[in-house]
């Protein structure tokens, strides 16, 4: 089955700053890659996601690339601000896997002042 | 505009005792899906389910069963709790696979 695998587990930048978690995943027939974000004490929000038709997308700060020749997916975000410290999730999943999202371990970003 | 409803928001349970993890939605979407949430090892798959009366497993269903009779509840059992299911436990829906899921605020169990 899809295996994902997320790095770094914590990272901790300068206000302003970028970040960038990357993520690997096993399956090649995984085709949708979303990016959550979680508060503490919340569940995850989607942040931004992209599929496997698309290089690269971006939503104001934050871009996400795709690789799919070699399995790699990163989110990037740019000019950090303290409301960016969260943990953020990177997922696949794949109609042939009957669709079920698979999930990283988790990046827990802390943004200093 | 409550999207993903879960209750309780906490449990602690003895080994043995069983339990319902309550998961409703209101958006009509049709899949929905379980996870546990145990430092550093993510948000791991146990039951999901396509629409109402269809169920599969995740990466991690023992001790787990679900149901899905209605569109907008999807119950999730422990049968005979253990301290290894103490977790943080959240349900999410979809509109349609591969689409964006929304989580619900997720259940913290303790099994003592």
């Known amino acids: 089955g899809e295996n994902v695998e997320q790095h770094p587990s914590t990272l901790s930048v300068q206000e302003g700053d970028s970040a960038v978690i990357k993520c690997t995943y096993s399956d090649s027939a995984s085709n949708y890659f979303p990016w959550y974000k979680q508060e503490l004490g919340k569940g995850p929000q989607l942040i931004i996601d992209i599929r496997s038709n698309v290089g690269e997308k971006k939503d104001q700060r934050i871009a996400v690339t795709l690789n799919k020749t070699a399995k790699h997916f990163s989110l990037h975000i740019t000019e950090t601000q303290p409301e960016d410290s969260a943990v953020y999730f990177c997922a696949a999943s794949s109609y042939s896997s009957a669709s079920k999202i698979i999930f990283g371990s988790g990046t827990r970003l802390s943004i200093r002042p | 505009n409550a999207g993903v409803t879960q209750t309780p928001k906490f449990q602690v349970l003895k080994t043995g005792q069983s339990m319902t993890l309550q998961c409703a939605q209101d958006?009509?979407?049709?899949?929905m899906s379980w996870y546990r949430q145990d430092p550093g090892m993510g948000l791991r798959l146990i039951h999901y389910?396509?629409?109402?009366?269809?169920?599969d497993q995740g990466e991690v269903p023992n001790g787990y069963n679900v149901s899905r009779s209605t569109t907008e509840d999807f119950p999730l059992r422990l049968l005979s709790a253990a301290p290894s299911q103490t977790s943080v436990y959240f349900c999410?829906?979809?509109?349609?696979?591969?689409?964006?899921?929304?989580f619900g605020q997720g259940t913290r169990l303790t099994v003592v």
């Open positions: 389910s396509v629409g109402a009366g269809i169920t």
């Open positions: 999410a829906s979809s509109y349609e696979p591969n689409t964006e899921a929304f």
């Open positions: 958006m009509n979407h049709e899949y």
